[in-house]
């Protein structure tokens, strides 16, 4: 059973967002300051240079600084934390991801509550790749299942970036939708698992496109699938989850804009419009899609929508796969 059931969660999430429109009066000097946008992870990552691109895109719109500032830790919890506990003056983000709609279904312990932070705007979707040693026979996914049911395997390990991580649901998604025993092997990040399969350490892994992709092309990684909607552009030749049979196994590296609650209304439509203009720069696009992130974009309330069905969506891979922490 969830400590926080899913339609309560999403109930949060409108609620929070409509706190957002009915805000405190007008702050029509804002932006009278620098900016910050907390990454919850490490630098190098994709969740940081996401950070970097948008800072500088929406410093040059809104004619102030936007700062990066690295906040890593607990799977993006320190970081959430951090910018939840922030003043709500409108110049403390969080560059949210996957785990700001799923964290306090795995972490009873988790230290804010999720309607103390408001949905802003998707940034961006970064495409996961299921990888294998290229020592693996298989040519893609259905051929490595084939194989391994073949085979009668009773044990595939599959590296994490630890639990609840993008990976973490990839190898929950899996095991349900072939019935094989994919059993996650949890790492301090997503470079480390990648790292274990390219050494034969573990079977298989998924991680974002940006970390996968070189070392496919290198020749050190096997791709198997993308488990986003449609083929990338960067990749034609690595086919969907969905178009191998397995359309359960979707998710995407996404990262989006979030507030502290009670953000004056008006300053979070100024920094969804700000957002938005930035995505439509051919110079954002450009560095997004070198590393085969997908520009985001959209309205406060299309966002608000799409962390809600996420979280249900994803709640239900938590529930059946049993990832909570105790």
Not at 87 to 106: C, F, H, K, Q, R
Not at 214 to 238: E, F, N, V, Y
Not at 262 to 278: F, Q, R
């Amino acid at each position: 059973m969830f400590r926080t059931p899913i339609r309560r969660a999403a109930g949060l999430l409108v609620a929070c967002s409509a706190a957002a429109f009915a805000a405190s009066p007008a702050m029509a000097a804002w932006p009278d300051k620098p900016i910050t946008l907390v990454a919850p992870f490490s630098a190098g990552g994709a969740n940081d240079l996401v950070a970097r691109i948008i800072a500088k895109a929406v410093g040059k719109t809104l004619n102030q600084p936007v700062i990066v500032e690295n906040r890593p830790g607990a799977g993006g919890v320190v970081g959430a934390a951090h910018v939840a506990r922030s003043a709500a003056d409108g110049y403390t983000y969080l560059v949210g991801s996957n785990g700001t709609v799923t964290n306090s279904l795995i972490r009873p312990d988790q230290p804010y509550k999720d309607e103390e932070l408001t949905p802003v705007a998707l940034l961006t979707i970064t495409p996961s790749v299921i990888v294998a040693s290229p020592s693996n026979p298989a040519k893609d996914l259905k051929e490595f299942v084939q194989r391994a049911q073949a085979r009668k395997t009773d044990r595939i390990t599959f590296s994490t970036a630890g639990n609840g991580s993008t990976p973490h649901f990839v190898a929950e998604m899996a095991k349900e939708a072939t019935g094989l025993p994919i059993e996650p092997i949890a790492y301090k990040s997503g470079s480390e698992g990648v790292t274990a399969v390219v050494g034969n350490q573990v079977d298989a892994t998924s991680e974002a496109s940006i970390v996968t992709l070189p070392l496919i092309q290198s020749g050190k990684l096997k791709a198997l699938a993308t488990t986003w909607d449609k083929r990338m552009a960067s990749a034609p030749d690595i086919p969907t989850t969905a178009e191998l049979g397995f359309p359960a196994i979707r998710i995407g590296h996404w990262a989006g804009l979030y507030a502290p609650s009670g953000t004056p209304a008006d300053v979070l439509d100024k920094m969804n419009a700000a957002v938005e203009e930035s995505l439509h720069t051919r110079e954002v696009q450009d560095a997004l899609r070198q590393s085969s992130i997908e520009p985001g974009g959209g309205s406060r309330a299309s966002f608000v929508e799409f962390t809600v069905n996420e979280r249900e969506r994803l709640g239900k891979v938590v529930e059946n796969g049993h990832m909570q922490t105790q």
